[in-house]
């Protein structure tokens, strides 16, 4: 039977050609399928290579964010059941999902979280709210976030936002030391304090907070509890941040240790965690120029250094 094809590209080509013959007709229905199986191979060798290209694109960005011989959970390498977070702002916990739910599903370990601030001098990327209520938005978020988490217990603090530094270190360091010794942690999980994971000040001095008060309870201890174990801060790419940071990527990665754990960033929770930060769904977009799930195509691994205190 004749395909129905080659008698309609038969009849359109023998108009054109008036008084062509039947085989005539049946030669150019011949060469306009083999002409089009032409266009088709080339058209899927062009999209292979462009699929190829991204691939390796993606492959090699990820050089700039990862590591091999990552953990399945840091808290679960550290073989401990209770784990304090010690931030400054209400979306500081996305540095740390993996973290935190890991330690969660993974090793059903008691998670508690303290952020310094209500976060009320950001900027809302989008505007959800009145800008003198964005403190109060801001925290609704924070706890929410956590709890979709599974953090056990969490509080936001009332700090000023962006003026960490200038509360008395005394005053923060004697809150913290009475949350460590209400929670109990084997671990506490923190900035670096030089560096701050991204620069921002509050986020250095919170580190150093968490960290003083960590050494003084162990300072201290005269009960059972004899203070945390370990003290895991938070690193960040140092290549990554070198190449696309700028200067506050310099100095971060400049002022920081080598990471000593990696472990999966657990990219869903984070996605998560933007929708849920409705103020600041869209920073990743606002801060870096691309979108959230860009980022973490190429930098879906979080990395910490690991203290142990009683080693050093």
Not at 217 to 224: E, I, K, M, N, P
């Amino acid at each position: 039977m004749r395909d129905h094809r080659s008698t309609e590209v038969c009849s359109a080509r023998c108009t054109r050609n008036a008084g062509a013959p039947a085989s005539a007709c049946l030669r150019y229905a011949r060469e306009d399928r083999g002409m089009i199986r032409k266009i088709a191979i080339g058209v899927g060798i062009l999209a292979g290579v462009i699929v190829v290209a991204l691939i390796a694109g993606v492959l090699y960005m990820r050089t700039y964010f990862a590591a091999d011989g990552a953990l399945a959970s840091v808290v679960g390498d550290a073989g401990v059941k209770r784990v304090l977070g010690v931030f400054a702002h209400p979306d500081d916990e996305q540095l740390v999902t993996g973290f935190f739910a890991a330690a969660k599903e993974k090793d059903a370990a008691f998670t508690s979280l303290v952020t310094g601030t209500k976060g009320e001098a950001g900027h809302q990327v989008p505007t959800v709210a009145r800008q003198q209520d964005l403190g109060i938005v801001r925290k609704a978020e924070a706890l929410k976030n956590g709890f979709a988490l599974g953090i056990d217990d969490q509080e936001v603090w009332d700090y000023p936002d962006g003026g960490v530094p200038e509360v008395p270190m005394d005053e923060l360091v004697t809150r913290v030391v009475a949350k460590i010794n209400a929670v109990q942690p084997e671990m506490v999980v923190t900035f670096w304090p030089a560096s701050g994971a991204t620069g921002h000040k509050d986020h250095m001095r919170m580190g150093l907070v968490a960290e003083t008060a960590v050494k003084q309870v162990r300072a201290q201890a005269s009960g059972a509890y004899r203070g945390p174990k370990w003290i895991a801060y938070v690193i960040t790419p140092p290549n990554g941040l070198r190449t696309f940071g700028g200067d506050t990527g310099k100095f971060v990665a400049d002022n920081q240790p080598d990471a000593t754990h990696a472990m999966p960033g657990n990219t869903p929770a984070k996605m998560r965690g933007w929708k849920i930060h409705a103020s600041q769904e869209h920073y990743v977009q606002a801060a870096y120029g691309f979108p959230d799930w860009l980022l973490y195509l190429f930098w879906d691994q979080e990395f910490y250094r690991l203290v142990d205190l009683e080693a050093s």
